[in-house]
């Protein structure tokens, strides 16, 4: 019955989160202090992700250069997914393969942040892109799922890498979601203090 396959997407999702939840907040700490390094030396973040994880990538950007639940001032964020004149001509001269490390390197520099999505791991372009990260001496936060697929092996000791222990990529992305806001109550708790919301 269609009533109870939508209900089982609420149990499924819930459960994952309750299963994540101990698993997750250590590395997820461990990105706050990253992210917050980061913006308080001057940093910025470039973010990139590939159809629901470019979203991701998006809604992350607009809660660091906007805001989330409290006012503060701006934070630096930039996602690699929206420039189309950047993603097609990019595309076209050289390969989809490097829409998001092209614009790393032109834009990533010493201490900025390179949040990499991806839920299996494995897509070609956002593992060029912790590359070029690595290149211009970036930390990366990387979110992943499935075992973590190739960005296991990609990252470094350095970076921060948070996979969510599922196969199903829309229960991934759930998962990322929830983690993405973790982030951002995390960054303005510990930069404003225990300050009451205004939203
Ligand atoms: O949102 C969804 C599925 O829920 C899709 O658009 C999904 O993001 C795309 O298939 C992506 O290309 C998957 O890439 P990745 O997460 O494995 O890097
Ligand atoms: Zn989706």
Redesign the pocket.
């Known amino acids: 019955m269609l009533e109870q396959r939508i209900q089982q997407h609420f149990i499924d999702s819930a459960d994952l989160k309750y299963q994540a939840a101990p698993l997750l907040s250590k590395p997820i700490a461990d990105a706050v202090q990253a992210l917050l390094t980061c913006v308080t030396s001057g940093g910025k973040v470039l973010i990139c992700?590939?159809?629901?994880?470019a979203a991701d990538a998006q809604h992350f950007a607009a809660e660091f250069v906007g805001r989330f639940e409290r006012e503060r001032p701006e934070l630096a964020a930039i996602a690699l997914t929206t420039d189309s004149s950047i993603l097609t001509a990019v595309a076209n001269d050289y390969g989809f393969s490097v829409i998001f490390s092209r614009q790393v390197r032109a834009l990533g520099q010493a201490g900025d942040v390179l949040l990499a999505i991806?839920?299996?791991g494995?897509?070609e372009n956002?593992l060029k892109a912790i590359e070029a990260a690595h290149e211009r001496e970036m930390v990366i936060i990387g979110l992943s799922g499935r075992g973590g697929g190739k960005m296991t092996r990609a990252l470094r000791d350095t970076d921060v890498h948070i996979c969510v222990p599922h196969d199903r990529?829309?229960r991934v992305?759930e998962v990322h979601l929830l983690t993405l806001h973790c982030l951002c109550d995390a960054v303005d708790d510990l930069l404003l203090g225990d300050t009451e919301s205004t939203l």
């Open positions: 992700g590939n159809g629901g994880s991806t839920t299996s494995n897509s956002v990529t829309a992305q």
